[in-house]
């Protein structure tokens, strides 16, 4: 077993197999919807929430993890390994760093080091993997916050939406701007800048909408992450167009679940990209 552990939240979105695989501890956000509470599971998982959004007025909220949960979880990825590597979704996203510094603080302050990501997603389950492999190598606790420090400042992500009605729902449009966006079949490019997710533009159209968001992958992107919410036919298609665009690029399909995609709705799409 490796000497340092890799601890994450939810929303990397890696899949449950993966994380078992590769040894990566999961800390789950969680979602109150429709009545009831639930922890944000794994890739796979999430039709049934997406569907009942569809179905339904009502629009979900999310919540940190507890210090607790992260506590648990260092303590069990301290007894296989010597330290720890935290990386969690951006802190401007979520409080979810502040859980799990509070948790570090608890149980070895010493021995785990906590980083914001800045970010959420394919980027995140991006830098999660890279500090893997690092971790592999015997590479140092401190070299790895490093890399991946260095790494979060080489990404990008921009996503659109198939339908205005969740960005309504969930504050980020008024009424009158969703109704007339509607009728004009307007596509907000909504970016992750600094750790927010900012509207960055406006298409008419989602084909338009995709093309801006291609044209803001850097030519030496080196990794790009497809994101959709149970979108996955127009996402396949997409992959095999950037395959060609960028054919010395490792692409994957990556699927959001409720914390990050219920905001943005039902077949949003959009890219994280690393160079």
């Known amino acids: 077993m490796r000497k340092i552990q890799i601890v994450t939240d939810s929303t990397a979105y890696i899949e449950k197999d993966e994380s ?16 009831r509470v ?28 507890a210090v607790g949960d992260f506590v648990e979880a260092y303590v069990k990825a301290l007894q296989v390994g010597e330290e720890i590597i935290s990386i969690v979704i951006s802190s401007e996203l979520s409080g979810t760093y502040n859980s799990a510094r509070l948790a570090a603080d ?6 785990i080091t906590v980083i914001d990501s800045k970010t959420s997603a394919g980027n995140l389950k991006l830098l999660v993997n890279r500090a893997v492999q690092l971790a592999e190598q015997g ?11 260095k790494q979060r400042e080489n990404m990008n992500a921009n ?5 205005l009605e969740y960005l309504k729902r969930g504050g980020r449009l008024s009424n009158t701007t969703a109704f007339i966006g509607s009728l004009l079949n ?10 927010k997710l900012v509207p960055v533009g ?11 968001i291609i044209s803001m992958v850097p030519e030496n992107a080196e990794r790009i992450s497809i994101a959709h ?19 010395n690029a490792v692409i994957t399909i990556d699927e959001l679940g409720p914390v990050i995609g219920s905001h943005l709705g039902p077949k949003a799409i959009g890219l994280c990209a690393s160079w």
């Open 229 to 247: 919410v149970q979108n996955y036919e127009e996402a396949l298609q997409y992959k095999i167009e950037l395959e060609m665009k960028f054919p």
């Open 159 to 163: 996503l659109t939406v198939d339908t």
């Open 186 to 195: 307007i596509k907000p490019v909504i970016g992750l800048i600094d750790g």
């Open 38 to 65: 639930f922890k944000e599971g794994f890739p796979g998982e999430f039709k049934d929430f997406f569907d009942s959004l569809e179905n339904t007025n009502e629009f979900p909220t999310t919540s940190q993890p």
């Open 106 to 111: 608890l149980v070895a302050p010493d021995r």
């Open 20 to 35: 078992i695989e590769k040894n990566i501890s999961i800390v789950p956000l969680s979602v109150q919807f429709c009545g």
């Open 202 to 212: 406006k298409e008419r159209g989602k084909k338009k909408a995709m093309e801006a």
């Open 139 to 149: 590479v140092s606790r401190s070299e790895i916050e490093k890399e991946v420090i």
